[in-house]
């Protein structure tokens, strides 16, 4: 009927998606909802001028400061949903482990884990104690948005290979000797830092978020044989006991095709999708219980318009195949040099599409 | 019949198996031939003896080092082929577009490529002219190995990727932005890429390469549908253009698994797959007429030797199953910081598995 007014929080379009509503016959015709990862941060002039010189995790202990950069991009874009403005190593530098993150780098410890001893330094998280800053944001977001908040954590994997490798890696080898030489240790490291990631999302869905995220962002380095063994089971307690939350529980991991069905098995809500898997393919892997989240190549993003609409277009037709929804979004995080109007432009693209579900525009 | 003699280069199990020999029905009976990517060099101690200070450029240019650090590892490992200790960027260097290997990063250039005039900077390559180093580093290989010596290339999107980032990258931001934004220039800079990896490998073979591997290491961060348009048709003009040298042509990338297909549409003579795709799987996705090769996580090999020796089983029961033959390898290159006894042990349980052609043993 003419303009598309903002859906109020509890009932959006991002959330009916995410619970598989939109799949149901005689649901309300929805637009595609359309989110982006890091689109707090980075790219934008206005988050530039307000983080000034500090830290990440200086940022992050500012509820006035991280609740503003995480509303930027909501006012900029019209996005459907706004993700909480952190850094998934928050929780275990909130314990004291002994990680920061460097500008460039991302998260360094200068005492990787290596053994049993370390243990020690993962000690349960207390939220409102550890990181009240953190659940002072979620609840000034609450107040202030229009859309869905989504809280995040990191998963236990892609936690543990910064504290074992100390910095980012492109290999992952000690992660995978402690794993396979010593896989007590590993199981009780990442028994510990799963314990960490249930505890965070929870508060943060008591808070007030309205959906959950769980980056295992580097997971897709491993082997089928080696996630099932010894990733999948923390990973999925992970989903099981924030279950009763009743929020939308989403998963993500870039390199993931090969894992896609067994990602699915540790039963999240939806399934995010990095640029490399169609999504209607993806669709096949994981089954149509989930919905899709993706999947634009960020890079593209850098290319000039007439490349980005055809790319956008096509993603969406993509996703319009997967009988379990779609949330747009791109296939990794918004790159730091990606210019904001292409963005935009994704958003009305996205908005403009007829949804799946519509029955040729009769939705009254 | 007891002892297994070393095959001389003409008639070697790697030879045979990559050309298929392997599952001709009465041929002989081998064992499982291997070798290792990146054997040659850095985790050798003999290797960092030799090389010395100077760059890899450097070392590379000097036949009689680079002869000799290629020998190191077939004299400790008892590896079934050699591989030429060169780079990449070896002919792109040689034709003076301006490219180091910086230590400790990779290939980087100070200027990047960015538009049409950049490509007076790719001239064609004249083998003897340009790289006569290289030649003689191959003939002299020839005069002393027992077994074949395997030559190689960069594929076009790989060695265009460091030329247009000027660094090793994550994203390939600027890469893709020029193949989308303006492809008549992607293609004349891949046709031109594509030239000097043809006229390098013909030289190396017409020099006594008795095999040839193509590396287009990066490729797997491409969509299939980039793939398709913008470097299938380069790559399959590498395979065609040395097609009629009669030495078999090896393919491999890293995070190819949703390319596989794709790529085995270049027509190579085996396909190298990473570790994240089970060999019999990977053969599926192929087809039988191919050899695949790999595909052990080099990650794996930091581990302890009672980790890696059921994964080398593992590899090795996957690879039996795919009927187009398996040369056993890592899949992706040996990390600096590999133990090379792990390798020699991997090397004896490679040699001592019967061949899945072999009829119990009754193979005089």
């Given at each position: 009927m003419g303009g598309v007014s903002i859906p109020s929080p509890a009932d959006s379009a991002f959330l009916r998606v995410c619970r598989g509503e939109a799949r149901t016959a005689g649901s309300p015709a929805d637009r595609v909802p359309v989110w982006f990862m890091r689109q707090a941060g980075r790219s934008l002039p206005e988050y530039r001028a307000l983080r000034g010189d500090g830290t990440i995790l200086d940022a992050i202990a500012k509820p006035d400061v991280a609740a503003e950069i995480t509303l930027q991009p909501v006012r900029r874009y019209g996005v459907d949903a706004a993700i909480l403005?952190?850094?998934?190593v928050v929780p275990i530098a909130a314990v004291g482990f002994g990680v920061d993150v460097a500008p460039g780098t991302g998260p360094v410890t200068e005492h990787p884990f290596s053994s049993s001893a370390d243990l020690a330094r993962i000690r349960p998280l207390e939220p409102e104690l550890d990181t009240p800053y953190v659940l002072e944001t979620v609840r000034i977001l609450v107040g202030e948005l229009d859309v869905p908040l989504i809280g995040f954590a990191g998963a236990p994997f892609t936690v543990a290979s910064y504290l074992v490798e100390g910095r980012p890696s492109r290999t992952y080898a000690r992660t995978k000797a402690l794993m396979h030489g010593e896989p007590e240790l590993w199981h009780e490291l990442m028994t510990r830092l799963t314990d960490l990631a249930i505890a965070s999302l929870r508060s943060q869905v008591e808070a007030g978020a309205a959906a959950v995220q769980l980056f295992d962002s580097w997971v897709g380095d491993l082997s089928a044989a080696d996630y099932r063994r010894f990733v999948q089971p923390h990973t999925a307690r992970v989903f099981a006991e924030v279950g009763d939350l009743d929020v939308p529980r989403i998963h993500f991991g870039v390199h993931t095709g090969e894992l896609l069905a067994d990602l699915a098995g540790t039963s999240p809500d939806v399934m995010g999708v990095d640029w490399r898997v169609p999504l209607d393919i993806a669709g096949e892997r994981i089954g149509p219980a989930l919905a899709v989240q993706g999947n634009l190549d960020p890079a593209l993003c850098l290319a000039p318009w007439t490349v980005v609409e055809p790319e956008v277009r096509r993603v969406l037709a993509e996703g319009a195949r997967h009988p379990g929804g779609h949330v747009f979004n791109l296939g990794h995080g918004v790159l730091p040099e990606t210019d904001p109007a292409i963005l935009e432009r994704i958003v009305e693209v996205v908005h403009a599409e007829p949804s799946p579900g519509s029955a040729g525009g009769d939705a009254s």
């Open positions: 403005y952190s850094d998934i």
